[in-house]
């Protein structure tokens, strides 16, 4: 089952809840805090205008009470005038003050006082004029006290009535401010149960996303360990488990196999009926090997139609049981597909895995290997092997080899070595011959021979890379030949890989076209059993790079059972005498017989020969006198490396040198000196 990926929706959304929750606390803060503020300020401003009105008042009677004693006490009419004028001016404040009172709000309170605030006024403003106005007229000093007296009474209310009011305005702002600070507790207990709103919020957005990740890590971890298809452990699960075994405490006495399965004709469901049928033939084999085996032991898809089976505490003998079993399960097994039926074969390899033994990664090659042992023995079978049997050591050389070859391939460490093809009897418009062959040039710098990398490049279907860069860079130099004579003539070997590849026949082709090569420059050599195994395929490539002016040569020729039959079919212009016939003409008579023959049938065919594996004067004698038109071997000259080659005419035939290490040019005459023309 494959989950929904939904983990960035829910952080999404539970992170912008958040961010709304946190812009409404924000919003509210702002706006409480605003409203706080207002509302401190219009009390503050109410308060200070109120109780700055009530103060003015309150002085204003004082001074108005002190203006009256004093003009009391002037005796002098002026000075009590001048202090008249100071009593009138007292009672203009009062009288700005209470205006200034009477426009501000009030409650029901305030209200109440100034009401009786101006009743008093009303009473008390007459009497202080009154006063006034006796003192001024020169009243008895009697009268003058009587009335002074009064009015102070009268003064002294209006005194309470302010006040009261500036009590009362105290507790107004007290109480104002207690409603703010209740505003602003409860501003901030729903700040507060916002933020725990939001905080719970996160948490659970927090809860959410970690196990939705466990979730997924877990999936991740299970695709990661497991095939998709079968739901088998896959290659690199499987390698963790061998691995494991390793570190198995010393002294332990269990040991286990290791199965190596791949199924045999499973190509042909693949493209007979596609990948799907494909796909479904390994679930309902999966199956099928599932019942065979235990509870402990780890079945895994290793990739392709290739298994790995780990038995958990089970002797060879025990493990070789459950290989017949896997197989015989697999031979019985029938396959149906849209009407068309299947029978499924599967090749196994074993190999015990000891306390002690080697690495886990040559105990898997040494089962890969045993499996393919087991198919190139007839296939549907089980090949029990170790990993110190000595063809499977030279196997996994092999496989080794492989990795050497492929970066050398990636690294060009390729290099081009020539050998001599002379004509037994020298003709003047005879062209020039070398054959071109490779070297690999290891990690060190040294070479290594072909004997040791070819037969693994053609066992695990590298030829055709290694052709590739044969041909491109051939080619390269004959493009670079800068000798007033003609270039000699190339003869390039080609695997019977190559020659089956439709890609390497375009390749050569685009080369060909691509460069401005003289026709007739290139000779491509196929053996016989390459060309006779895939007669078809070898007659159309034949004939495509014909059409271009490459000429081929039948190397080997003469080893395989039909020779003669298939060189007809095949449009060849040279024929390579098998060099186990060559090499013992001068002491076999069959053998001499052998190549006579060839000679003689190749010459009707109207092909010309060469003869390889010429090692000694007697045999270059026998092969003019038979008629063959050019040798090539040892006694003619060694391989020597392609960009050291120098061409010198010698008698009878040719040859090509190279130079010397002291820089002095090698050459002979003779055969004799031919063979020491290369160091």
Same mark, same amino acid.
């Given at each position: 089952?494959?989950?929904?990926?939904?983990t960035?929706?829910?952080?999404t959304?539970?992170?912008?809840?958040?961010?709304a929750?946190?812009?409404?606390?924000?919003?509210?803060?702002?706006r409480q805090?605003? %409203?706080?503020?207002?509302s #401190?300020?219009?009390?503050?401003?109410?308060?200070n205008?109120?109780?700055e009105?009530?103060?003015?008042?309150?002085?204003?009677?004082?001074?108005?009470?002190?203006s009256?004693?004093?003009?009391?006490?002037k005796?002098d009419?002026?000075?009590r =005038?001048?202090?008249?004028?100071? $009593?009138?001016g007292?009672?203009?404040?009062?009288?700005e003050?209470?205006?200034k009172?009477?426009?501000?709000?009030?409650?029901?309170?305030e209200?109440?006082?100034?009401?009786?605030?101006?009743?008093?006024t009303?009473?008390?403003?007459?009497?202080?004029?009154?006063?006034a106005? *006796?003192?001024?007229?020169?009243?008895?000093k009697?009268?003058?006290s009587?009335?002074?007296v009064?009015?102070?009474k009268h003064?002294?209310?209006?005194l309470?009535?302010?006040?009261?009011l500036v009590?009362?305005?105290?507790?107004?702002?007290?109480?104002?401010?207690?409603?703010?600070n209740?505003?602003?507790?409860?501003?901030?207990?729903?700040m507060?149960?916002?933020?725990a709103?939001?905080?719970?919020?996160?948490?659970?957005? @927090?809860?959410?996303?970690v196990?939705?990740?466990a979730e997924q890590?877990?999936?991740?971890?299970?695709q990661?360990?497991?095939?998709?298809?079968t739901?088998?452990?896959?290659?690199?699960?499987?390698?963790?488990?061998?691995?494991?075994?390793?570190?198995?405490p010393?002294?332990?006495?269990?040991?286990?196999?290791?199965l190596?399965?791949?199924? %045999?004709?499973?190509?042909?469901?693949?493209?007979t009926?596609?990948?799907?049928?494909?796909d479904?033939?390994?679930? !309902?084999?999966?199956? &099928?090997?599932?019942?065979? *085996?235990?509870q402990?032991?780890i079945?895994?898809?290793?990739?392709?139609d290739?298994?790995?089976? *780990?038995?958990?505490a089970c002797?060879?003998?025990?493990?070789?049981r459950v290989?017949?079993? *896997?197989?015989?399960?697999?031979?019985? $097994?029938q396959?149906?597909w849209?009407?068309?039926?299947?029978?499924?074969g599967?090749?196994?390899?074993?190999v015990?895995?000891?306390?002690?033994?080697?690495?886990m990664?040559?105990?898997?090659?040494?089962?890969?290997?045993?499996?393919?042992?087991?198919?190139?023995?007839?296939?549907?079978?089980?090949? +029990?092997?170790?990993?110190?049997?000595q063809?499977?050591?030279?196997?996994?050389?092999e496989?080794?080899?492989v990795?050497l070859?492929?970066q050398?391939?990636? =690294?060009?460490?390729?290099?081009?070595?020539?050998q001599s093809?002379?004509?037994?009897?020298?003709q003047?418009?005879?062209?020039?011959?070398?054959e071109?062959? +490779?070297?690999?040039i290891?990690?060190?710098?040294?070479?290594v021979q072909?004997g040791?990398f070819?037969?693994?490049?053609e066992?695990?279907g590298l #030829?055709c890379?290694?052709d590739?860069?044969?041909?491109?860079?051939?080619?390269?130099?004959?493009q670079?030949?800068?000798?007033?004579?003609?270039?000699?003539?190339? #003869?390039i070997?080609?695997?019977?890989q190559? +020659?089956?590849d439709?890609?390497?026949?375009?390749?050569a /082709?685009?080369?060909l %076209?691509?460069?401005? /090569?003289?026709?007739?420059? /290139?000779?491509?050599?196929?053996?016989?059993?390459?060309?006779?195994a895939?007669?078809e395929?070898?007659?159309?490539? #034949? =004939?495509?790079?014909?059409?271009?002016?490459?000429?081929?040569?039948l190397?080997?020729?003469?080893?395989?059972?039909?020779?003669f039959?298939?060189?007809k079919?095949?449009?060849v212009d040279?024929l390579?005498i %098998?060099g186990?016939?060559?090499?013992?003409i001068?002491?076999?008579?069959?053998?001499?017989?052998?190549v006579?023959?060839?000679?003689?049938?190749?010459?009707?065919m109207?092909?010309?020969?060469?003869?390889?594996?010429v090692?000694?004067?007697a045999t270059?004698?026998?092969?003019?006198e038979?008629? &063959?038109?050019?040798?090539?071997?040892?006694g003619? @000259?060694l391989?020597?490396?392609l960009?050291?080659?120098?061409l010198?005419t /010698?008698t009878p035939?040719?040859?090509?040198?190279?130079?010397?290490?002291s820089?002095?040019?090698? !050459?002979g005459?003779a055969?004799?000196n031919?063979?020491?023309?290369?160091?």
């Amino acid at each position: 089952m494959i989950l929904k990926d939904d983990t960035r929706l829910i952080i999404t959304l539970g992170f912008c809840a958040i961010l709304a929750l946190m812009s409404l606390m924000i919003s509210i803060a702002l706006r409480q805090l605003k %409203d706080i503020n207002d509302s #401190m300020s219009n009390l503050v401003e109410e308060t200070n205008a109120k109780t700055e009105a009530a103060n003015s008042m309150r002085d204003s009677i004082r001074l108005r009470s002190i203006s009256l004693k004093t003009m009391a006490l002037k005796d002098d009419l002026f000075e009590r =005038d001048e202090e008249y004028m100071r $009593f009138i001016g007292h009672s203009r404040i009062y009288r700005e003050a209470r205006e200034k009172l009477l426009s501000k709000s009030m409650d029901k309170v305030e209200a109440e006082i100034h009401a009786m605030l101006s009743e008093a006024t009303r009473i008390a403003q007459p009497l202080n004029e009154h006063v006034a106005e *006796l003192l001024l007229s020169g009243a008895s000093k009697t009268e003058i006290s009587t009335a002074i007296v009064h009015a102070a009474k009268h003064q002294e209310i209006l005194l309470d009535l302010l006040n009261d009011l500036v009590d009362l305005e105290r507790i107004s702002a007290k109480r104002a401010l207690k409603s703010a600070n209740e505003h602003y507790f409860e501003s901030r207990n729903v700040m507060f149960l916002l933020g725990a709103v939001a905080l719970l919020f996160g948490l659970f957005i @927090a809860f959410l996303v970690v196990r939705r990740s466990a979730e997924q890590n877990r999936h991740i971890y299970h695709q990661a360990n497991h095939d998709a298809l079968t739901g088998l452990m896959n290659r690199r699960a499987f390698e963790k488990e061998l691995k494991l075994l390793e570190r198995r405490p010393e002294g332990s006495e269990s040991d286990d196999v290791l199965l190596y399965l791949d199924l %045999d004709q499973f190509k042909i469901v693949n493209d007979t009926c596609g990948h799907m049928a494909g796909d479904e033939l390994l679930r !309902q084999l999966t199956e &099928v090997f599932t019942k065979c *085996l235990r509870q402990t032991d780890i079945f895994a898809r290793l990739g392709g139609d290739e298994f790995g089976v *780990l038995l958990k505490a089970c002797n060879i003998d025990g493990a070789t049981r459950v290989a017949e079993a *896997l197989r015989e399960s697999a031979e019985n $097994f029938q396959f149906s597909w849209k009407g068309k039926v299947f029978s499924i074969g599967v090749s196994i390899g074993a190999v015990p895995v000891k306390q002690g033994s080697t690495s886990m990664a040559t105990i898997l090659s040494t089962a890969d290997i045993a499996c393919l042992e087991a198919k190139h023995t007839g296939r549907n079978r089980v090949h +029990v092997a170790d990993i110190d049997d000595q063809h499977i050591v030279n196997r996994r050389s092999e496989m080794d080899c492989v990795g050497l070859i492929k970066q050398a391939l990636q =690294d060009d460490r390729l290099c081009l070595y020539c050998q001599s093809v002379i004509p037994v009897e020298r003709q003047v418009d005879q062209a020039d011959h070398i054959e071109i062959l +490779v070297r690999m040039i290891d990690n060190d710098g040294k070479l290594v021979q072909p004997g040791l990398f070819i037969p693994p490049a053609e066992r695990y279907g590298l #030829m055709c890379a290694i052709d590739k860069w044969v041909l491109k860079h051939a080619t390269n130099w004959l493009q670079e030949w800068k000798q007033p004579h003609m270039p000699p003539k190339l #003869m390039i070997n080609l695997s019977g890989q190559s +020659v089956c590849d439709e890609s390497f026949l375009a390749y050569a /082709i685009e080369i060909l %076209d691509s460069t401005a /090569i003289r026709p007739g420059s /290139i000779c491509f050599e196929i053996t016989e059993t390459a060309a006779i195994a895939n007669l078809e395929k070898a007659a159309s490539f #034949m =004939d495509a790079l014909n059409d271009r002016g490459c000429e081929f040569a039948l190397d080997d020729f003469g080893s395989g059972l039909s020779s003669f039959t298939y060189l007809k079919s095949l449009p060849v212009d040279y024929l390579k005498i %098998d060099g186990a016939f060559v090499r013992e003409i001068t002491n076999d008579p069959i053998d001499y017989s052998m190549v006579k023959s060839i000679n003689d049938i190749g010459h009707v065919m109207k092909k010309k020969t060469i003869a390889e594996f010429v090692e000694d004067d007697a045999t270059l004698e026998l092969l003019k006198e038979i008629g &063959v038109d050019y040798a090539q071997g040892y006694g003619i @000259a060694l391989p020597i490396p392609l960009d050291e080659l120098v061409l010198h005419t /010698i008698t009878p035939g040719y040859c090509y040198a190279v130079e010397s290490g002291s820089g002095e040019w090698c !050459q002979g005459a003779a055969l004799a000196n031919i063979r020491n023309t290369t160091p």
